[in-house]
Structure formats: structure tokens, C-alpha cells
């Protein structure tokens, strides 16, 4: 089983390679693949207020082990602005750390609100996959519209945490509150 | 037009000007164009690429987050452009993600394609450009445009050029219309006044000069041309007359020639006639020869390394073949197919030392003919000169009738050499069987000869009965010897000897009889003839002794002379000449035949007949002949000739003198001497012989008794009989021989074969002697001291005085046998003291009683002629 899954995560990341949207097109990926294809291209429309260029861009996911393994193996595979990826996953709040971007699964939309205050945090885009997460507090929620995924903004939070999202991010989301 | 062109230097100046200028104009209209195409593709080009780069920057974000609408929305920024019918992007699969169409033009199909483009068709300009960000290919964008701004750029070049094109070349036609004249004119006034020069052959015309260009230059040349010719028609008449006369010198050289070359012609006709001549005289010899070689008999074949040549009729009847059958044929397929299989290594053989240039015996081998019997020739291959090549001829004569003939005589010579084998064989054990029983004859007689018991008309009996049996082994020796002749089985033995001394050995042995005959014998010798040669002796005796007797024989009175000369260096002659009564012409050769005698020989003298045969027969085997010259009741010369080799005296064989043995000199060595023999009177008379002069005697009837003695007694010498029963005495002396004790045992075998080649075959068994039956006393003691080393006591002269005397009554008894008339003459001879006479008489003695003479030779010697008288008293 763990043998299929490298496969599998293996092929995703061959086909991130190539092309974002020809994974979106044309590979039957899982959505977390897709998704997580999209969360690495938005580090290219997001800047964020302190931008270190030597220390590693850090992702933690919680909860989900289904975005760790194609993150991870984006991490290992890509850059972001020159500099290396590191991902984590995390299962408790506890073990939260300062990142770049948090990856919530579903089990953890509850803890969301928590999550906002948490300090640690405060420079920290929250992406979630959860109806109506957005206005729970997550930056950029995926949604799926016509059996395909898009996503949408919460800018006022990003505004918050002084994150600024390019006018074509903005553009491309369904949704921008 | 083109007339003008070609003969006008006018028009063709305008034309090259004209041509000029309108080759530029079309040059410039030309680069102007492809300036003004490339320059709108570059400017399109970049409108394009510029406006390509604007929306791939705005559609990233859509296509990175796959959201075509948005993408779609970023091409309908190119709205404003008027020429854009299409816009549209397709992704990295080449799929369409995004489309954009001006109103009127959706019905499009949106062709994919890759990379970086711009292609103008017929109906479109086609631009595609790829789509990167951050280096990674996201897909290609893609615009279509009309192609209407193209045409219309090209419309205007081409009515621009047009009208470019005439205006220059109107321009350009005046322009040179007014500036070849300056060329034209003096050039047209030059071409007149060549023409009038040409018309009027003045050549005093001179050109005035216009200007300092070429065209003056060429005004110089002309005048200076038009002199020059003036000066040269003035030579050029000479110059005629003088090529005449060359013309002249050389036609007459030219008919010299010509009646040369004709009279070579003629020369050449004749030597082409003599050739055809002699090529038909070759073609009639060819034919000749073609006809000679297929009449001939003998068989002619001719054939190089490969091909069969030529084969004549005697060759293709020798074999069965025809001509076809063989000629232009493979050679080594044809060999192998006539030439017999045991005999086709042989003639390849030959043939190839043939082609080698070795020169080829003539050989014989077989042929198989076409119906497969065998064709014998012999045949002698040899190399000719054939197509540029070699090729061999081989002529084969036909031998078959002639092997046949041959084999039929071999087997008749076979079969006559069988005959005469058992004629040999027959002979040769006649010999035996008769010599064998004279053995006891003639040991008897010997032995009784000395029994003083017996009286005197006894001792006469014995006497002739040993007569009597020398002369008939004589008789059977003379046939022994014919049949030896006959059969080649004589063996000649060199030895050195004095030839003076043998010769006066003879004519000492004959001395008494020439002299009771009153005949002269005379030996002389050349000077330069050796003393001293190697040759067969006894032969040579033999036939000397021959030659002596029958002058003796046949003459009655005058001088028998003995002459011997040298011959030449290997070769000695011996002529006997006679004053005889002759041989008769008609039997000059017959007397040399076997058993022909003259008619006065026979009724004279008898004989065997056989004695002058042997001789020639001798003499032949010796390396010459013996001939004879003869005139009836004058005389006879015969002439003996015989080869020599030098002789050496040391090697000279010593004759002791007859002395009688008496006794073993040792008496009380007891020597056992074991007699073996399967006739007991042969066994008796050895016995008798060596029982009395000292040895012990043991007898054996056979082989297997002689080694039963042998092992038992142990003899010290073995005297051994060859042909016995149960066991003969080859196999004795084998067995004898094989043990430790029979090394050192004396054999001496003694046979009566008497043939050599035997005496030689048991010699080789290890025998120490060999003695041939019947022997002479002496003889087989004399073999028997040799061998055993043992020595006797002689009867010395003093002895045999005293024997004399002690034995005087057997002397007396043996004179009395002889006849009263000798007996006179010796008494008469002895009272007188005529030695010469003595010797004459006791010669007439020897001749029938050896002792006797001996006795008296020696008392004749000593001049004891008082002891004679008292013999004879």
C-alpha cells in the first residue's frame, strides 16, 4: 500500500514538472495534488512582509498526511524565489511552529478560529479545502465549482497579517472577500 | 532589328547601353523588392512578437491556475488589432486552452502548432510564439492575421517597378542614342575607306586623325597597316617567283620520289608473290606431311598440357577411337581413359619431364582400346612447336603381336632352362652316384697296391683296375666340366703363378713321350711377357695340357713349338704348332664341337671327343678363344688367347714336393678320427687309408649315429658324407656346431658333388675342409694335418733308399708289369747313363703307374742308374 502510494506521488510530481495546469488538465490526479500544485504556485503571487532569502521557505501541513507526501516531494524537486522548501507535518496545534504557509486539513477547521490568534502565525497564509472556511478565518480556501477546483481569497485576512496578493491572483479567484 | 544589331556598330552600342541599364534598373526594382517583403515581415513580425509577449505575461497566471475563461478573456485585449482574425493558446499537449476569433471569423479550426513561426500563406500570415515562465514551458500563443496588407505592399512594388522600368529605359535609350556617335562616325568612315581600298587597291589612302583615343590609335594602325601592305604587294611578286621556283624544285624532287616509291612497289609485288609462293609451297608440304602421317603405321598423337591436337589414322586403328572421339578433347580426361591404369603414372610422368625439357626414352605401356582389350606399344615421346606453344608428339608403334611373340619365346627360354637345369642336376648326380663307388675302386686299388702279400699278376690286376678307374673319372670329370659349361656353373678361381714354370711343368710331363715319339717339343717365350700373372691356373693348365697332348697325338714326327706372346697388356697368346698330320678344311670348326673328332682321331687315338670343347669353352670364360689354322699332313697351329691380371710372387702357391706319409709324427697321441658314411666300402677304405698312418677309427652309417659318437666318443675329427639317410650331413655339422664341444671337433666333409657352387654352400656351414670324392691319399691327409694341426714323417730321400732296398721286390713287381720292350730301353738307358732317355721312359711310366715313375725319377735324379738295373734285372 505505502508502495502505491510513492508511486503515485512520484507521478504527480513528474507531471508538476511539466506543467501546473497540464496536471490540472489532463492527470487524474487526487485533488490534494492538484491543490498542492496550486499552493506552490501561489508563493509566486504572494509576498510576504519579512522575506528572508537564505532561510528556508517553510510550509507545515496539520492534520492531512494526503498534502504532505506531494508537497514533500515538491520541496525536493523546486524552489521558492531561490530559496528551499521545507514542509512538515504536524497532527497537533501544539506542535505548531512559524511557517510561510499552514495547510489545514478538514479535521482541523474547527481549531480555525484558534489558529487565527494564534502569534505564531501571524505571518502565516492559512489555506484550507472546506465550505465556507473562508469567512472562518483561512486566507485561501480550495472550492470546487463545475467539477473543478478553484479557490478563493480572503484578503482582508492576508491584509492582516500584511501579506499582499498580486492583482492576477486576485483575478483568477472565484471568490475575494 | 537584329540585322542592324548584327551588322551596325551603331545599334549594337545603343543595345549594349540600353541592356546595360535596364539589367541595373531590374536589379534595383528587384532588391527593393525583397527589401520592401522582408522589411514587412520584420515589422509584422514584431507587432506580433511584441504583441505576444503582452498576453503570455497577462494569460500565466489563467493557465498556471488552468482557468481558460480568464485566459480566453486576456485574448480579447487583441480586439483593437485590424488585421488579427484569430488569437488562441494551446497548452504543453498541444491541446486548445484558450481562443479568441474577430466577429465573422469563428469558424476557424485552430490549428496546434509548436515552437516560434511566422509563415505567410496564400490565405494568411500564421504566428505562434511559446508561452515560459520562470524558463518553464506553459504552451504556445498563436495569431492569424489577413493577408490582405500583404498583397497590397505587393501591388504597389510591382506598379512602382513598372513604371521605374520605363522611365529608365527611355532615358537610358536617348542617352545612348546621342553618345555612340562619338564612337559610331569615325569608325563608319574608317569601314569606307576600307571598302575603297578594297575597290581601288590603292593602297596610298591615309586616314586623318581626330582624336588621341583608341579610335585615334586605330587610325595610326590603319595607316601604318596600309604601308606596310604597300611595301609588301611590292615584295610580295618577288616572293612569288622565288616560291615558284622552290615549287618547282620540289615537283621534280616529288617525281624522283615517285618513280623510287614505284620501283619499291614493284620490288614489294614481287616479294608478296614469292611469299604466296611459298606459303602454297607449304601448304602442299603441310598436305604431303598430313598425308604421310595418315598412311604411316606407326600411331601419331599430338597434345599440349590441355587440349588434344592432332591424331593420325594409324593412332585412332591402334585404339578403336575416331578422330572426333578424341581430338580438341581435355588431354588428361582422354589419358585417363586410354592409357591402361598400372602403366597412366608412367606416361604422365613422362610427360611432364617432356614439357620440362628432359630428354624421354623410348618406353612401352599399354593403351585400353574403345572395345577395352590392352594395346601394348613403345612409344617415345618428344616436344614440337605448336600454336604459339609446346605441345607434345608422341609416336606409338604397335607391340602387342611382339609382347605376345615375346612372352611365348620367354616361356619356350624358360622351359629350355629348365631342361637344362635337370640336365645339370641329372648330370651333376650322375657324377655323384658314379664318382661315389669309384671312391672304393680307386682307395681299394690304392691301398692293395701296397699289400706286399699279393703277387705280381695280382699287383698287374690292381694296377688296372686303378688305371682303369682314373681314366674313367677322367672320362666323367670331362663331362662334369661340359655339363658346368653348359649350365655357367663355372667358377673361376685367380691365384698368381710363374707361367714360365707352369709351361715347363707341362713340358716336363710330356718330355718322355715326345721323345718316344721322336718329337722336338720347344717352348719359347717373348721377352716382354710376364713371368709372374694372376689367373685361373688349373684351367689355364687344363687347357695347355690339352693343346700339348693332341700335337703329341696327332704328330709322328718334326718340332711341336710352343710360343707365348703378349697380346696386348691383358691379354696373353699360346700357339702350339705342329708338323701332324693336319685337320682337314671341312673340320676346322667341327673338331671344337662336342664328341667330333677327325676320322684319323678316332681310328688313331679314340678318346672322349670332348677335350678341344672344353678347351674353347674354358678359353671363352677366361676372356679369349682358342683357333686353329691347319694344312692335312703338314701340321696345325692352334692359338690360345686368355686375359691376365698382373701377378704378385709372394703370392705364389707353393708346391711341395710329392713326399709319401708315413706315420703321425707324434705315434702315441691317440687322434680319434670318427668316419661317417653311408656306403661302408667308402667308410672301409678311409679306415683303411688312416688306420695305418696312426689314427684311431670309429664309424658311423648316419647322421644321427654320427652324433650319438660325437656326444659319446668325442672325436677329434669328424670325417663327414653329405648325402646320407635319416639325417644328412648338413644337419650333422648344424647340430654339431650348435653345442660347446663341436666348436672346437675338426670336420672335413668329403663328397662326391662336384660342382663348385656346392663346395662353397658347405663350406659355409661351418666345416673346416672340404674334400672331394674320390680322393688321393695324400689329399685327405694333407686336409686332415691342415686342420687338426698335426704332423707327419715323410718318406725322405735316405728313407725311401732304404725303402728302396727294403722294398725292392715291390718296386720289382711293378717292373715287371711293364712292358719287355720298355723295360730294354730303360736297362739299355741305365747302362749308358743317357739321362735324357731315363727321363723320356719314366714320362711313358707316369702315364700308367705314378709310383713307379716317382721311384724311378728320384733313383734317375741321384744318378743310382745301378739300382735301375737292378730293378729291371
Redesign the interface.
Known sequence: MLHLKYIRNFFTVICFL?????M???VKGTPENIMSS?IY?FT??LTWPVEETKAPFKIIVLGSNEFFQPLNYIAGVKMVKGRKIEVKLITKESEIEPCHILVVSEDFQKSLLTLNDNELLHETVIITNCLGCLTKGASINFVSVNE????EINKKALDIKSIKA?S??L??AVKVI | MFKHIRHSIKYKLITIQTATSLALLLLFILSYAVIEVQDFRQSVKSELNAAADVLSHNAVPAIIFNDSTEAAKTLHAMDSYNQLLNAWISDTTGRLFAAYSKAGFEQYDFPILTGNNFEITDESILFTKEIKNEGQFLGTIHFRLDIIRFTSLIRTIVLMSLLVLLAGTLISFLIANYMQRTISEPLLLLANTFQSISSTKDFSVSMRKQSNDEIGTLYDGFNALASEIRHYHENLENLVKERTQELEAANRQLHNTSSALQEINIALKREIEERIKADEERKASEEKLHIILQTMEEGVAVYTAGKIKFVNAAFCRLIGYSEEELVGKDTSEITDQIIFQADLEKVNNSASDCFSGKRIERMEYRYVSKSGEEVWVSGIPAIIPWDKGNAIIATVVDMTQHKKDKDELLKAKEAAESANKAKSAFLANMSHEIRTPMNAVLGYSQILQKDKSLGKVQLGYIKAINKSGEHLLALINDILDMSKIEAGRIQLIPSSFDLVEMTEDIAELFRMRTEEKNLQLQIHLDTDVPRIISADQSRIRQIVINLISNAIKFSSRGIIRINITLKNKRMLCLRVADQGIGVPANMLQRIFEAFEQTEKGISTEGGTGLGLTISRKLARLLGGDITVTSEPDEGSTFEFTFGFETGFRHELSRHTDFKRIRHLKDKHKNIKVLVVDDKPLNRDVAKTMLGVIGFTIREAENGLEALKEFETWKPDIILLDIVMPLMDGREVVSRIRATEAGQKVVIITVSASALDEEKAAILSLGVNDFVKKPFQENELLESIGIQAGLEYEYDNEEEKEQGIKENRFDYKALVLILPQELRAKLAKASILGDIDMLRHLIGQIAETDSTLADHLFLLQKSFKFEEILELLS
Open positions: 511539466l506543467s501546473a495546469s497540464q490540472a488538465a489532463q496550486f504556485n509566486a503571487y473543478k477546483i478553484h479557490f498580486s492576477q491572483l483575478k483568477l
